[in-house]
């Protein structure tokens, strides 16, 4: 984009208090007497994309509103038409003071943008912002883009109305590389451009907020070069720019200070929130430390390496999500280079000792001194650190690299100790010939193309060339001397926007250190959504010590309340959350506001269409198997004469899916032999094909090969790439049914992106028999869910067992193990233990954490509802006692979502149960049970206390 004509648009307006003679206290005191001249001085912003000054904004306009309370009487609106300077006189009190910029056409002021910020009035000096972030919408404006792009190369553009989710204004592929194209009657509004370039088998992929302004034109110039980053670091690349302004990634730091398995950041994030960081942090901070067992770098290497491959410690963090990559960061506390052996420091002169250092850049005249010796032992640092990194290189791992930082510091011309690092004690000259030599000897004479430069000199006249910066980050302790880390964010928007305005707008930003973690909350309402934070890591303190060197643990920073809500939001990814990061395509049917979806839009129905189907000659009836009804005398029946198979035909492209089928009786997946397996085959196998044409002839492969089969329904996950057929065989008779196998359906689930919603009810027969949909059960949850939202079909999976209860953790670990495609795994069970007179509350509570605990393991989501009981002549106090627990449950860092109440829903409802002290609902009951879910999901979703898909 332009950046010269975004820094000269009047778009902040700071309001400074000019002189009077009156004082004020503190506290206003509504209707005092007063006044107050306000001098408005006209600032600029840069935060995104506006219109070209040379036929901008015509007047500013400045008023005030009273906030309620004030009886004060609002004075006329002032106009500032010329020069940088208005002034708005006030009484004192409490007002909101507002900014409009208007445009004249034809003789006529529209309003094209506004903003406001409140104002105590209450003495002689006063200062806030506005930031004019809100386009009219009275009118249409015009885009221009220009996009500059490699020979042989593709380039798309994408305007959607922003938030996401309307009909982009436009969507098409650019012609011509650097060939202006000219958008004209676009509605005023805020957009999200989204720019596509792909040279060969690599794609950039590029994001900008657009402002269009009613009558006035915003443009947007970019160019790419040839990508020259390996394939997995575009493909990170790509995902960081997909998801940057909806979501934020979460970070850990975790330095070697005692080494990993005796200081595991990772687990203690894990212990306090059930959730694991996306990003792991390593410094190279004791290279050369020669009294240090890591001294060599080669420790921080390996755990990188292990973080990428999903796991810490030397565990698989995730068992159920084999595909998920830990992102990688690494900064580097460079001691002073010096001679092998020595135990440098990197903090620059303040003081006597060991630990500060007068090293300096080596520099003369007005360049790097590379003839110096001492320039040497830079080289030998960058060599050191290359080969390290050469390491992650080899096996295609991306790293966030941010070397050099904090350079700035407080430095100042008289205060260059005030950088507190000896790159930054030189000045910024010496530090960004610094940086980017480093830039030019990772990338261009080591072949380094792994790495994303993370620039973090604190200050915009310590930015270096930006095509050697890719991303820019800011470190900020706030709270540092404890109390109230979770409270008040105000730091937050400031320090995001001034980041941003160091680049010109032009790079993403990331909070690359942090003490209390941001409040994503309130970085989406103020439009100051950071791609990532890194909190630092606990100094070698137990665990929960309250310093201010734990940056975790203790509560000087971050309280307990504050870790859980942070890692369990909805706009921050953890990494459970993350794509296959080897796989991630970046292309342009991505829809970036969804971290785990590369290439859908939200809420894609994943169930596949099925447009044909076939069976062998003495079959019957495959068509039942796709005819949504699961309970009642239309079945497909291979019956006794077997083998038998169906084949479904598909259109599409999918490169994975998840068939999920079921046998007569729905609600009994047994994992033992000799129970009745309603009509289940007892042996099957399924194949699928890229050629056939009716289901008979073409190529065949089996992926699924099952010979003693005790369920009586299944999921299996299944590679899909080209393929159009799916065939089921069935090999083995049914156990009971008198008439042999009766498979009532199949589905098919789009997991190309691991988008499938799967809904796992466990529990006990309540879940067995109020999850069946029958006729008489339904509208069934995965119905309801539909019914809401159409694009949406969650794969509804039930495993009751009657007289089960919370003990029975094998029974879900074999269920897990054996099925797959599951988001969501409901645990409902304890009413068994009522009805026993069950009292032992503590140990019903330790029984249902191990089962959360089983499920969160997985990469999965528990959740966890309120107990159902009649209203009968049994107590109740052990239901309530029981349900009281859950919600305890629900609230520890590792708990699970809180379902619905079904106690009060289903209190004083005796028509819904079979007697009036049963605890078994009747079959009006049992439909009304799915509806309370699927009210509780719709509820759930539109609030976001539940992930979505």
């Not at 006329?76 to 910029?101: A, E, K, R």
Request: glycine content about 10%; hydrophobic content about 35%; charged content about 15%.
């Amino acid at each position: 984009m332009n950046h010269k004509n975004i820094m000269l648009l009047l778009a902040l307006a700071a309001l400074l208090a000019g002189c009077n003679m009156f004082t004020g206290s503190d506290r206003q005191e509504t209707g005092r007497s007063g006044i107050s001249q306000i001098n408005v001085t006209i600032g600029s912003s840069g935060r995104t994309i506006l219109p070209e000054l040379g036929s901008g904004f015509s007047k500013f306009v400045i008023s005030a509103e009273p906030v309620a309370g004030n009886s004060q009487t609002p004075p006329s609106p002032v106009d500032i038409t010329t020069g940088s300077q208005g002034v708005i006189t006030l009484p004192f009190g409490d007002w909101n003071i507002i900014v409009s910029g208007y445009v004249t056409v034809s003789g006529d002021d529209y309003e094209a943008a506004t903003g406001s910020a409140p104002l105590t009035v209450n003495s002689s000096s006063h200062s806030v912002q506005v930031l004019l972030n809100l386009p009219g919408t009275n009118g249409t404006g015009t885009f221009t883009y220009t996009v500059t792009f490699p020979a042989g190369g593709s380039a798309s553009v994408k305007l959607e109305p922003w938030p996401l989710g309307g009909t982009p204004e436009v969507d098409a592929p650019v012609a011509a590389s650097g060939t202006p194209v000219i958008q004209s009657n676009i509605p005023g509004g805020i957009y999200f451009l989204t720019v596509t370039v792909t040279v060969g088998t690599k794609t950039s992929i590029r994001n900008e907020i657009v402002h269009i302004y009613p009558h006035l034109t915003s443009n947007a110039s970019y160019s790419f070069a040839d990508p020259n980053k390996s394939q997995n670091t575009q493909r990170l690349m790509n995902y960081l720019t997909n998801q940057y302004g909806k979501k934020i990634i979460s970070g850990q730091m975790d330095v070697a200070w005692e080494g990993n398995s005796a200081f595991d950041m990772i687990a203690r994030v894990y212990s306090d929130t059930g959730k694991y960081p996306a990003i792991k942090g390593f410094d190279f901070i004791q290279l050369p430390y020669s009294n240090y067992i890591y001294a060599e770098g080669q420790q921080q290497i390996d755990e990188a390496i292990e973080w990428w491959n999903g796991m810490n410690n030397g565990v698989k963090l995730l068992a159920g999500k084999p595909d998920i990559h830990g992102i990688v960061t690494f900064c580097w506390h460079w001691r002073m280079p010096q001679a092998a052996g020595t135990e440098p420091a990197f903090y620059t002169q303040t003081g006597n000792g060991s630990n500060y250092t007068n090293y300096r850049i080596p520099w003369t005249g007005s360049q790097l001194d590379t003839a110096n010796a001492a320039f040497q032992n830079i080289q030998n640092d960058l060599d050191a650190v290359a080969a390290l990194l050469q390491q992650l290189k080899d096996l295609d791992i991306p790293v966030l690299w941010r070397p050099l930082h904090e350079a700035a510091g407080n430095w100042s011309p008289t205060n260059p100790n005030g950088a507190w690092f000896w790159w930054g004690g030189s000045g910024p000259a010496p530090y960004i010939a610094l940086w980017e030599y480093m830039h030019d000897y990772f990338t261009n004479t080591k072949g380094l193309d792994n790495l994303i430069w993370v620039w973090n000199g604190q200050r915009t006249d310590w930015y270096p060339d930006p095509e050697t910066v890719d991303i820019a980050g800011f470190d900020y302790y706030p709270y540092y001397n404890g109390g109230g880390a979770q409270d008040g964010q105000t730091w937050n928007k400031t320090v995001f926007d001034n980041t941003l305005a160091m680049t010109g707008g032009s790079r993403m930003v990331a909070l690359t250190e942090n003490g209390v973690m941001p409040d994503p909350d309130h970085c989406l309402a103020n439009n100051a959504m950071w791609s990532w934070f890194m909190t630092w890591n606990d100094h070698n303190n137990p665990v929960n010590t309250y310093s201010d060197q734990n940056f975790w643990t203790g509560g000087f920073h971050n309280t307990n309340s504050h870790k859980a809500f942070i890692y369990n939001h909805d706009l921050v990814i953890t990494l459970d959350e993350l794509p296959d990061l080897t796989k991630y395509n970046g292309g342009s049917g991505e829809d970036p506001d969804d971290p785990d979806d590369p290439g859908e839009p939200p809420n894609v129905k994943t169930l596949i269409p099925v447009v044909q189907t076939a069976t062998d000659a003495t079959g019957s009836n495959p068509n039942r198997l796709i005819d949504g009804l699961f309970r009642g005398p239309l079945y497909w029946g291979p019956g006794r004469d077997l083998p038998k198979w169906a084949a479904l035909r598909v259109d599409g492209d999918y490169s994975e899916i998840i068939l999920y089928w079921t046998a007569d009786n729905e609600n009994h997946p047994l994992p033992a032999p000799g129970n009745d397996q309603y009509g289940a085959p007892t042996a099957y196998f399924i194949e699928i094909s890229a050629d056939s044409t009716n289901g008979t002839d073409g190529n065949w492969t089996t992926v699924v090969n099952e010979s003693n089969n005790l369920w009586t329904s299944r999921s299996h996950r299944i590679s899909f790439t080209n393929q159009r057929w799916v065939r089921f065989n069935v090999t083995g008779d049914a156990y009971t049914v008198n008439d042999g196998v009766r498979m009532l359906e199949i589905e098919l689930h789009d997991n190309t992106y691991g988008k499938v919603d799967g809904w796992l009810f466990f529990g006990d027969s309540n879940t067995a028999m109020g999850f069946t949909r029958s006729a008489d059960r339904t509208p069934a949850f995965a119905n309801i869910v539909e019914a809401d939202d159409p694009t949406h079909y969650p794969m509804q999976f039930s495993a009751g067992l009657g007289g089960d209860n919370a003990q029975n953790i094998e029974r879900l670990r074999t269920t897990l193990n054996t099925n797959e495609g599951f988001r969501v795994v409901v645990l409902s069970l304890g009413t068994n233990a009522i009805n026993g007179n069950y009292t032992n509350q503590v140990a019903y509570q330790n029984q249902m954490r191990a089962l959360v605990d089983e499920v969160h393991g997985r990469g999965m989501i528990a959740v966890v509802p309120r107990l159902l009981w009649p209203n009968g002549a049994y107590t109740n106090a052990a239901a309530e006692g029981m349900n009281d627990r859950i919600v305890e449950l629900s609230n520890e860092a590792n708990g699970p979502i809180l379902g619905p109440n079904l106690y009060s829903e289903f209190l004083n409802k005796t028509h819904l149960f079979r007697a009036a002290n049963d605890v078994h609902p009747n079959a009006a009951g049992y439909k009304y049970l799915q509806e309370v879910w699927g009210n509780w999901y719709i509820a759930a979703k539109a609030n976001g206390t539940l992930p979505k898909p």
